[in-house]
């Protein structure tokens, strides 16, 4: 079989089996007692084994067959639920999750795990373990009934069909215990039957032997002209199919009383048009009971219409986006057109087609939105084993895991949250004891929200945990010469909080694998604000911190602030920007060698762009006023200085390329209406 074309959907499939497994197993730690959470594992995990064995990953299939074991004797009672046994599902769940990913990164998914499925066998046969578990290599099946049980209805359309010459059989399928597609098997059974006769109930249910519910064996209660013996050959031919019982149904005899009450409800049935079983016709038809129904022809008022989502590479959403960048700057080049021509009809269609362009691009943009969930549900298994590997009591409370964002921000996202939840268990979670000596409960609670705001989404990071200790950090900042001890003085809460975000701080007094070794916030910092964000802090000592992200929803399409200098065109992003202001030459003031103004009663430095990017100047500039752009990064301002201001627009951001890297001070560029190209200014570069 070619694989190939299948493994990026099995990579994408197993991950989600196996992040269902990591919540399932986490609602398991809670409610140890709840056994339908342990099938819903056992679900994933026997999915996940059928995929490997058929793309051939081996190694993967066999340490979840292992796990299934484990899983199947907790949901038959055989073994029951403890840390311990939790622990090592965890450990293996893990094991599989580098597998796929190596799997995913060209590798063969082999890792050796030969600890991990030494213990899993240790506790399938364990003390609690009943004897047949004992050297079996797959797991029992779930003991189902050898012989069905039949409401009065059923019994009636068994009886009515031997009345008409019909025989009925219970049959008893068995499945091979290595068969991998187990509802396929079923559905070739159900075929068999159909075409000879009639399926009156099956156990399990039609629904459960569609989604696999079962183990190896299932039973189907079947009428039909057809003799025991041809049956079961006919079955047997299907392969991996083990064995076969067929078993004659001996009608049930009723009274007379009863007799007639299930006629009338079985005609009457008949009348609104539910149409159960009829009594069969003297052809060789046979009766068409309501409950005969196989895996092909299930209940259509129950089935979905139709999938509502489909799987699309990610690189075709990525053309797509390069496209309609390509119309939005075809679109500014027909406005800049449709201007000068001053055409009524022309000026009405490019209206019109802008307003398309406008819903088409928040389609578009919508497409390539994720829920941060697809982040956020990493982090419940992280904080279960960091809170052990610490010995702290902590809960975690995930809002808004709904909200969503661009996959471009999505993608860069995680590793930085990860440092600061990290951060926040380590550092300001405090241990159980030492909680319960201030006062508060000895779990701990980290709060992970997610929220939108306009053209941004937030995401803080909340504890109820030490806080920030100021005398701390501003000791650690001086000793490293991040600030002076003069600097000190005069520096806000705030400030002082944000000093743990400069590189190599740490005030970890042992170095451990959790944090202290000086990196991690920095890294989060330049992270964050390379995607156009900012991070704050809000600290009170022994009451908690709040780490607050802001993101821009999408990183392609921004809307500017075009600029003027001489001759070259600048942008400047609406999101750095906080207001635009015409100052006079004699308002411009000099401190410490750099030139300020005073902008609401605060010191704001200048940053001259024509001197920062060497723009030539072919005449003197006027001296009397300037253009100012009021810009910020975090709490700091500056002020760009440039000849005057174009206006706003809508732009596509797109990079420099491979041979222009590093260029201070610009992030991009973009094409104009008029086709020129006007180079973006970074302004979190420009603020020191």
Known sequence: MEVNQYLEMFIEESKDHLQACSEHLLELEKNPDDLAIVGEIFRSAHTLKGMSATMGFEDLADLTHKMENVLDAIRNEKIH???????????SVDHLEEMVMDIANGGDGKRDVSSTVAQLKRIELGEEAIPEVVGTTETPTTAVASTLEYDGFEQTVISQSAEQGFNAFE???????????????VFMVFEILEKDGEVIKSSPSVEKLEDEQFDQQFYVAFVTKESAEDMQKKIMKVSEVDEVIVAAIEPKQHSEKEQAIQEVAATATVEVEVKPATVPEKNNAAPKPATAAAPAKADKSHAPVGNKTIRVNIDRLDILMNLFEELVIDRGRLQSIATEVNHGELNETVERMSRVMGDLQTIILTMRMVPVETVFNRFPKMIRQLSRDLNKKINLEIIGAETELDRTVIDEIGDPLVHLIRNSVDHGIENPTTRLAKGKPEEGTVVLRAYHSGNYVFIEIEDDGAGINREKVLAKAISKGIVTQEQSYSMSDKQINELILASGFSTADVISDVSGRGVGLDVVKTTIESLGGNISIESTQDVGSVFSIQLPLTLSIISVMLVEIEKEIYAIPLSSIIETSIIRSSEIMNAHNQKVIDFRGKVVPLVFLEEIFEVPRKEPQGDEFHSVVIVRKGEKLAG???????????IVLKSLGNYLTNIFAISGATILGNGKVALIVDCNALIK
């Open 171 to 185: 049959i008893s399928v068995k499945l091979r215990e290595d068969c991998l597609l187990k509802a396929a098997r």
């Open 81 to 91: 639920v403890s840390p311990e046994i939790l622990d090592v599902v965890f450990e």
């Open 640 to 650: 760009l200085v440039v000849d005057s201001f174009i206006g706003q627009q809508e």
